[in-house]
């Protein structure tokens, strides 16, 4: 690789796994501030997939374009309260933030959203609404005191702590790790696996079909939707380790992780990310705008880039 343009740093990104007695809610949280960027590095870029999300605005804005469009930062845009709730989304999505913009994001496993909070992820799918209409008055006021004050960690700390009793306070067979996550990056896979048992042995219907209906009740997605975002996860993170060995080969990766070929690998990734993955292997390395994917790296323990003067 060389170098091809002045040295610029990337905004800094704070990532938090979840303390252990959260590990079957959070799948983890992500902070970033926009201060000092310019226009074009102040968009964030998300992919389509099956995670709720609680978002915080500590200080600034933030505006949506809709979801249902290919990106155009001419498009119009929707502006976005202060603590927004995401449901699952089909669609890549791209966001704008405000030139004071400072929050942080907390994801969760969705049917953990649900039994945490009593919303259905199938009736928030592909929205981002005001928290206040959906979520129940203790969450709420956690939220609001992650807000008050004070330096980002011990704001992300103290949710945690607000939010394990009311974890703790719901009765509901849910998923749980047999001992601390070794490898987050693999944590979706037995989530889903784990999914799919429970909902083949809950209640008196447990044929295939009433199986994959309680799938979708949970999580607002079919069997079929999730099992192809898990293979898209799993393909990121195989990208990830090809770009540390200086090996990306698109078609091996596409059959590694079980695309019937390369031209089926691209046709998902547009679909997840609205990118080829051509593109979001550029956008990782060069592109502010991507940095919700260097933080999913950071969070699965690769050593992301710092400086966005890397030529691909």
């Given at each position: 690789?060389?170098?091809?343009?002045?040295?610029?740093?990337?905004?800094?990104?704070?990532?938090?796994?979840?303390?252990?007695?959260?590990?079957?809610?959070?799948?983890?949280?992500?902070?970033?501030?926009?201060?000092?960027?310019?226009?074009?590095?102040?968009?964030?870029?998300?992919?389509?997939?099956?995670?709720?999300?609680?978002?915080?605005?500590?200080?600034?804005?933030?505006?949506?374009?809709?979801?249902?469009?290919?990106?155009?930062?001419?498009?119009?845009?929707?502006?976005?309260?202060?603590?927004?709730?995401?449901?699952?989304?089909?669609?890549?999505?791209?966001?704008?933030?405000?030139?004071?913009?400072?929050?942080?994001?907390?994801?969760?496993?969705?049917?953990?959203?649900?039994?945490?909070?009593?919303?259905?992820?199938?009736?928030?799918?592909?929205?981002?609404?005001?928290?206040?209409?959906?979520?129940?008055?203790?969450?709420?006021?956690?939220?609001?005191?992650?807000?008050?004050?004070?330096?980002?960690?011990?704001?992300?700390?103290?949710?945690?702590?607000?939010?394990?009793?009311?974890?703790?306070?719901?009765?509901?067979d849910r998923f749980t790790p047999a001992g601390p996550q070794r490898n987050w990056a693999q944590a979706f896979a037995p989530w889903m696996a784990s999914?799919?048992?429970?909902?083949?042995?809950?209640?008196?219907?447990?044929?295939?079909?009433?199986?994959?209906?309680?799938?979708?009740?949970?999580?607002?997605?079919?069997?079929?939707?999730?099992?192809?975002?898990?293979?898209?996860?799993?393909?990121?993170?195989?990208?990830?380790?090809?770009?540390?060995?200086?090996?990306?080969?698109?078609?091996?990766?596409?059959?590694?992780?079980?695309?019937?070929?390369?031209?089926?690998?691209?046709?998902?990734?547009?679909?997840?990310?609205?990118?080829?993955?051509?593109?979001?292997?550029?956008?990782?390395?060069?592109?502010?705008?991507?940095?919700?994917?260097?933080?999913?790296?950071?969070?699965?323990?690769?050593?992301?880039?710092?400086?966005?003067?890397?030529?691909?």
């Amino acid at each position: 690789m060389s170098c091809d343009a002045p040295a610029h740093n990337f905004a800094p990104l704070q990532t938090w796994l979840p303390p252990w007695g959260l590990s079957a809610c959070v799948r983890a949280a992500i902070a970033r501030s926009a201060v000092g960027l310019n226009a074009s590095q102040r968009w964030g870029h998300y992919p389509a997939g099956p995670i709720c999300a609680i978002a915080c605005m500590f200080e600034g804005s933030a505006e949506v374009l809709d979801a249902s469009t290919p990106f155009d930062p001419q498009a119009p845009r929707q502006s976005l309260p202060a603590i927004t709730v995401t449901g699952p989304h089909s669609s890549p999505r791209s966001v704008l933030y405000g030139p004071q913009a400072d929050g942080v994001m907390v994801l969760f496993y969705p049917d953990a959203w649900w039994a945490l909070t009593g919303v259905s992820p199938q009736d928030l799918s592909n929205q981002i609404v005001d928290a206040r209409s959906v979520l129940p008055a203790a969450l709420l006021a956690a939220c609001q005191r992650m807000r008050e004050g004070g330096h980002t960690d011990s704001r992300v700390h103290t949710f945690f702590e607000d939010l394990l009793p009311l974890w703790n306070d719901r009765e509901v067979d849910r998923f749980t790790p047999a001992g601390p996550q070794r490898n987050w990056a693999q944590a979706f896979a037995p989530w889903m696996a784990s999914l799919a048992m429970r909902a083949a042995g809950t209640g008196w219907g447990r044929s295939l079909r009433q199986s994959e209906r309680r799938i979708k009740q949970w999580t607002g997605w079919s069997l079929r939707k999730l099992q192809g975002s898990v293979r898209g996860e799993a393909a990121f993170f195989a990208v990830m380790e090809a770009m540390l060995e200086d090996r990306v080969d698109w078609a091996q990766i596409a059959l590694d992780n079980g695309f019937s070929d390369q031209s089926h690998f691209i046709r998902e990734t547009r679909r997840i990310t609205g990118f080829s993955p051509e593109a979001l292997r550029h956008g990782f390395n060069t592109d502010e705008a991507f940095w919700v994917y260097r933080a999913w790296a950071q969070l699965a323990g690769f050593d992301v880039p710092t400086t966005a003067n890397l030529a691909l």
